[in-house]
């Protein structure tokens, strides 16, 4: 699994290559032009609203922090 931050999803990456969107909205706050970091990519400027990190947890559950909600969250198998 990754992140997109821009894009506010996770994806999943199956052994096959097969890739999908495993969550979408990790940031699903009213204002999303306030919270979040701005960034240059290129000639645009972008906010990164998505999350930055991810791991497992002893039990296989995904461990998600989302800086732009200032929480981290727990998926559950």
């Known amino acids: 699994m990754f992140s997109d931050l821009t894009a506010n999803v996770i994806y999943k990456r199956m052994p096959d290559g097969v890739?999908?969107?495993?969550?979408?909205?990790i940031y699903n706050g009213s204002d999303l032009l306030n919270v979040g970091q701005q960034t240059r990519s290129g000639r645009m400027a972008v906010i990164i609203i998505g999350s930055n990190g991810?791991?497992?947890?002893?039990?296989?559950?995904?461990?998600?922090?989302?800086?732009?909600?200032?929480?981290?969250?727990r998926i559950e198998k």
Do not use: H, I, K, Y
Request: with cysteine; charged share 20%; glycine share 8%.
């Open 54 to 73: 991810l791991t497992l947890d002893r039990q296989g559950r995904l461990v998600v922090c989302s800086p732009a909600g200032r929480v981290v969250m």
């Open 19 to 25: 890739l999908s969107a495993f969550a979408e909205n």
